[in-house]
């Protein structure tokens, strides 16, 4: 591809040099990548097929949490075995092809995942508000196009990037000092005006991410209204305990995002490295810890883990040799303590039964 005035070749091979000025521990830096990542997998996944295959969690906030561990799912799969690979073979070269490929999945996924955080403050807001008209409101088809929306929304605003980029000579230096592809990052090493780039990523930010964030304030503030108004003590503890999940992803997810991007605008005596780990920590904390946070504060998906679990370590003390039944007895009796314990359930009573192999065995 040749620029305007037929001097300048336009690159079309990058090298990501992963995190300059820290090269000699990248080796160390891989661990926690890697550590964070496949608990990001394991869990949402676990998640996803829990909250699939058990018709009781076909509700909507759960669907919604669904959604969200599949986006997680994509955002770090973007970027980390990319970095990955720059750290342990040092193999950044990528095609500018793949470099836009990747910018527009990741930008998407992330819009995608500011969306269904929206959706799930609005959810909380009609469960506590309107609780009589919760099941009305959020029907199953209303489900599924709230869902299409979102990933349309994302999509849609995320698409003209790949002209704005393919449209530019990158007739300057090819060597990108950061782990994966950003937009304004890949931007900048053209040879041409590249103010229509800055000005309409500056309006998806506003439009998508900060729109969101308001209306979850907006949200937050006329759910804290109503509880407010509840006569008892206890209706509002436990009210604002099915919020706490919900406001910790929220946190995680934009907490980093904002403190990112307020370094990169006024910290410019920060070293370049410390700007590149903080880009990094907004794609490996959220995913790994949303499963986490929600297989913790919500009993439904922490009985199905348990049992899950349970079921595992009854399988081993059955199979195994003996020194392995004599430990997943152990495992089994010492967990038994600390799991969800609710008489009459189905999950208690299976509990109740694999607690009693054990301690046969």
């Avoid at 820290?22 to 608990?39: A, K, R, T």
């Avoid at 309006?203 to 991410?209: D, G, K, N, R, S």
Wanted: charged share 10%; with cysteine; glycine share 6%.
């Amino acid at each position: 591809m040749i620029s305007l005035n037929h001097t300048a070749v336009s690159h079309r091979v990058f090298y990501l040099l992963g995190i300059p000025g820290l090269e000699d521990q990248h080796i160390w830096i891989s661990i926690p990548f890697i550590i964070s990542y496949v608990i990001a997998l394991l869990g949402n996944s676990l998640l996803i097929c829990i909250i699939i295959i058990k018709s009781s969690l076909h509700e909507p906030m759960y669907l919604f949490l669904c959604m969200l561990a599949g986006a997680d799912l994509v955002l770090s799969t973007c970027i980390v075995p990319q970095a990955l690979v720059i750290f342990w073979f040092h193999a950044g070269e990528i095609s500018l092809d793949q470099c836009i490929t990747q910018v527009f999945f990741y930008s998407s996924t992330f819009i995608s995942e500011s969306g269904i955080l929206l959706v799930m403050a609005f959810d909380r807001y009609i469960a506590i508000c309107y609780p009589l008209r919760y099941t009305t409101i959020f029907t199953g088809a209303l489900i599924g196009k709230v869902g299409m929306i979102i990933f349309l929304r994302s999509y849609g605003t995320i698409f003209p990037i790949i002209f704005l980029l393919k449209r530019l000579t990158f007739c300057q230096n090819n060597i990108i000092p950061h782990t994966f592809c950003e937009h304004i990052g890949l931007a900048k090493y053209a040879c041409n005006d590249i103010r229509v780039n800055i000005w309409y990523g500056l309006f998806v930010i506003i439009t998508t991410v900060v729109l969101d964030v308001l209306l979850i304030f907006v949200s937050y503030v006329l759910v804290l209204r109503a509880v407010f108004h509840m006569p008892s003590r206890d209706a509002r503890n436990k009210t604002l305990n099915t919020c706490g999940s919900h406001v910790c992803i929220i946190i995680l997810f934009y907490g980093p995002a904002i403190s990112t991007s307020l370094i990169q605008r006024f910290g410019g005596h920060i070293p370049p490295h410390i700007h590149i780990l903080l880009a990094n920590v907004c794609i490996l904390v959220p995913p790994m810890l949303n499963p986490i946070i929600y297989g913790i504060k919500t009993k439904q998906i922490w009985e199905q883990v348990s049992y899950i679990f349970l079921e595992v370590a009854s399988w081993c003390c059955q199979k195994f040799s003996p020194f392995r039944v004599t430990l997943g007895k152990r495992v089994l009796l010492r967990v038994h303590p600390f799991l969800p314990n609710s008489p009459g359930s189905h999950s208690h009573d299976v509990l109740e039964s694999l607690f009693r192999k054990a301690r046969v065995l």
